[in-house]
């Protein structure tokens, strides 16, 4: 991920070169080439096919990259939640029988299903955006300072604005995300009992007074995604 944001930092550069040495005819500021070309002197167009070939490469490089850690944290997430999966099992077998009394079996199943393949979301393409855009925002940041320290920080002051406002609103939608999440664990669990018990349901003509206390769980589970989607 680290070499991916390197390489990705430095794709304007070909370009630069093109814009300042080829079409501009003048020095090139270029971290490791700038002294390079200027001792040198290499025709314009030796510059400019070589700005092309480097273009590629680097665009091969990143896609190379880019599948080979994508792949192994797919693996990694899918093992993960292979022993993460097993062990809860094993766990709440292992519990007392007034936990399971206070507890729905639609919840439970929510909790080996939904839940589990978040967690496996979170480590397969959360860790990558996070990890590669922290990596790629260092480039970057070490990059703009070389070019001009002024402009740089000129560029970073809105930075605490962002930041504040992220902070403000990570703590609404983490409370938000838990309560979608259990009015799911609920919604299943209704549905699981009602169809498990549909003999009894439908032995006492109680199908319309199911579907409306299904009806308005659903409405509950569907506004709470809504006060998270906002």
Known sequence: MMADALLTALRPWPLKVVLDYVLAGRRSRVPLLGGWLESHSPGRMQVLYGACATTLLIALATGILTYFFTRTMGNLGQQFV???????????????????????????????????????????????????????????LVMMFWLDWRFALAALSVAPLLFWTVLRYTGRIKTAARLARKSDGILVSVAQEKLSSIRIVQGLAQEQQQDDRFQAQSEYSLQAYLTGVR
């Not at 099992?89 to 009394?101: G, I, V, Y």
């Not at 939904?114 to 480590?123: E, K």
């Open 82 to 140: 292979f022993q993460l999966r097993s062990r809860l099992f094993a766990h709440l077998q292992r519990l007392s029988l007034r936990f399971h009394d206070r507890q729905h079996i639609g919840d439970l199943t929510t909790r080996f299903t939904s839940d589990i393949n978040a967690i496996q979301d979170v480590l397969a393409n959360g860790s990558i955006l996070l990890v590669s855009n922290a990596c790629l925002l260092t480039a970057m």
